[in-house]
């Protein structure tokens, strides 16, 4: 495997934009709206809609800006990318160019990172109910698994000694959160941030978390404790809240020093780091905007909540790990579709604009995730109504609603913005949809990094047992129609 840190890093090269979306969106001279060196009604042309268009080196920009965010302010970061939010090849050979590390749910996920050509090293396994052919994946190839259950770690214990390895381990803490009980966050789930970490699946209690510790240390001495795991999730975008839950991973560090003699080498402090845009992104209509914390306040405020706790309680500094998914990648995607059928009524002043891209590409509608429309061909042109832009499926697959565009007839493009994180890899194929192409643009290239689905890849799974094939046609063309059929 090349050592790629000696090839230094790739240099981005900005483009300037009569108005940027973000470092590597914006709207072009023509007045359509560009990703990078690409006209995006273009790329819609030459590969067909509905259609995923992934910018490079929006990727790029956007990890480099967390990891400095966090290494501005703390001398051992590792930040490693969460698979989830966008789980393609190509992506993933992005992430090792710049050196992250990453998160991985299930034997897939960790097998597209592996096939990669991640450093498992750098890769930590993650889930509630590990099946025995994931934790023989990590085993295999030493990915460090965080542990979820009591009995995952005798799974684990027993297939390191078949296999005759060695094995990092981790543990995830169910953390309880006391200064996160009254507040309540911006994220989609009802109840304050403490009730609902409380109720989740996720994560050992302390006095598990003890009892594990103690029991890896005495009986499985080729299982190495190395860190302890938290995911606050997408709770909400104030860095305070990250930094409180820092706080509790470190105090927690203290007492299983007390308790266990074991102290934590690093807390890994999972994803949920939100990202906003003026123009407004995120749930319950759009909470994410220019006011929520950026990758630089969280950065601060969560590295100096660690060194001050662990100050307080005599600890070293641990190694900090990080989990970001949608700060990485949403920003580095855009989902475009085709305007089709444009309906009017007029008694009610309503006008829907339908399109060929639908909530299964971007699932987090029905959330409902509110999504920035750019009329794509138009892109500089003013609003002039009011619309709700739909898709294809038959649930009401609003994809906007009343959103102020300029008047868009049959044949123009729009497209959704921050659409790269959790659509391709939630997408779904209800009304037996296909599910589109993305392409990766980096200057004026763009490139297909996943292909359109076909017809055959949707229906290729179903079968038809031999019965009912002879009910429907067998015993038909013979003549004997079985009664069920015609009554
Ligand atoms: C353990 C873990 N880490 C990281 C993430 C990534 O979260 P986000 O994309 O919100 O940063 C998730 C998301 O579900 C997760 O479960």
């Keep these: 495997m ?122 930590v396994l993650n889930g509630s109910n590990k099946e025995a052919d994931e934790i023989e994946l990590a085993v295999t190839n030493g990915v460090c698994i965080n542990i979820d259950a009591m009995d995952e770690v005798d799974v684990i214990h027993e297939t390191a000694n078949r296999l005759g390895r060695d094995i990092e381990v981790g543990i995830r803490a169910k953390l309880e959160l006391p200064a996160l009980e009254d507040r309540f966050g911006r994220g989609v ?86 990202f906003g845009r003026k123009e407004k992104t995120g749930a319950l209509g759009g909470v994410d905007d220019e006011t929520v914390s950026s990758f630089e306040n969280y950065g601060a405020e969560v590295a100096s909540a660690v060194k001050d706790e662990c100050a307080k309680h005599g600890l070293g500094l641990p190694t900090l790990k990080i989990e970001p998914g949608r700060s990485i990648s949403g920003m580095a995607g855009i989902a475009v579709g085709r305007v089709g059928a444009v309906k009017t009524w007029a008694k009610k002043n309503h006008k829907w604009v339908n399109v060929d891209l639908s909530g299964n590409h971007v699932p987090w509608i029905s959330i409902p995730h509110h999504y920035h429309i750019v009329a794509a061909n138009k892109a500089s042109a003013p609003a002039t109504e009011t619309v709700d832009i739909v898709g294809p499926i038959c ?79 067998g015993d038909a063309l013979s003549g004997a129609i079985p009664p069920s059929l015609t009554s």
């Design 189 to 274: 789930h009802s109840g304050s941030m403490a009730e609902i970490v409380w109720g989740e699946k996720w994560g050992m209690p302390y006095e598990q978390t003890v009892e594990l510790v103690k029991r890896i240390r005495s009986q499985m001495n080729n299982l190495h404790p190395v860190e302890l795991h938290f995911h606050l999730s997408r709770l909400d975008n104030q860095a305070k809240d990250f930094a409180e839950m820092a706080r509790e991973m470190v105090q927690w560090c203290a007492h299983l020093r007390d308790d266990t003699g074991w102290t934590p080498p690093a807390i890994d402090l999972g994803g949920g780091w939100t």
């Design 2 to 123: 090349p050592d790629l840190s000696k090839r230094g890093p790739v240099v981005l090269d900005y483009p300037k934009y009569s108005y940027q979306f973000s470092e590597f969106f914006g709207i072009g001279d023509n007045g359509n709206l560009w990703c990078d060196g690409c006209d995006v009604d273009a790329l819609a042309d030459e590969f067909g809609t509905p259609l995923h268009v992934f910018s490079e080196n929006q990727f790029r920009h956007n990890y480099r800006r967390f990891r400095d965010a966090f290494q501005a302010h703390y001398p051992d970061v590792k930040i490693l990318f969460a698979n989830k939010s966008n789980n393609g090849l190509a992506m993933r050979h992005i992430m090792n160019q710049e050196g992250a590390g990453g998160d991985c749910f299930g034997h897939n996920e960790m097998y597209i990172a592996l096939l990669a050509g991640t450093d498992p090293k750098a890769l």
């Design 395 to 473: 649930t009401h697959d609003v994809l906007g609603h009343a959103r102020e565009m300029p008047e868009l007839v049959r044949g123009d493009t729009v497209a959704l913005l921050d659409t790269g994180c959790y659509a391709e890899s939630t997408s779904a194929n209800f009304n037996a949809q296909c599910r589109p192409a993305t392409v990766l643009v980096c200057g004026a290239d763009a490139e297909v990094v996943t292909e359109r689905e076909r017809l055959e890849d949707v229906m290729g799974r179903f079968r038809i047992p031999s019965r009912l094939i002879a009910q429907s046609y």
